[in-house]
């Protein structure tokens, strides 16, 4: 039985797009939906940094182009090739969203945005255990995506993707307008186990 619907695929094929495409479907279909995406932020055509967005639009600053050498104010600086990880800002912004996901009210009909679980996310501890907890966890189903495998596997990245419970979808340019109903229809099916 699956409890919760991954989507992996090489980077800019369109699974966040997706992922946001089925929370407007499930908000319209008056399934609850929280958590957070993961949006490039460009500046003159060219793709600067990332930040992260909550389901309900606030905003924060995942990363960005690293300013030139030595700009880290003496503290430890996480970067992922030429994007320096803004830590403090994203756990600031993603971390309280996992407090209150078990806490929802009405119960079941949850469904909860992790957009996504990759290396640049993987810096903060506590975004790892708090990404474990909820899918342990029975009160939501999660709606995330993970990067396909390249280079050294990334530990949590490979748990999910090896969980019993978890069905992962792999997006690929042919077949990513057409998997729009096959996602939804496994998070109803998930759905209903959880409630």
Known sequence: MFKHVFLTGPPGVGKT????KACEALVSSGVGVEGFYTEEVREG??????????VTGERAHLSRIR????SSHGRREYTVGQYVVDLPSFENLALPLFRNVGSAEGGGRKVFVIDEIGKMELY???????VR?????SSCTILGTIPI???RPLGLVEE???????RVFTVSKENRNA?????LAALQNCLQQTA
């Open 45 to 54: 055509g060219r793709r600067v940094g990332f930040d992260v967005v909550t």
């Open 179 to 183: 998997l729009l109903q096959d996602i």
């Open 149 to 151: 495998p390249k280079g």
């Open 133 to 137: 907890q909820t899918l342990d966890s």
């Open 160 to 166: 999910v993707r090896g969980r019993r419970d978890v």
């Open 17 to 20: 797009t997706l992922v946001q």
């Open 124 to 130: 903060s501890q506590s975004f790892i255990r708090s």
């Open 67 to 70: 300013d030139g050498p030595g």
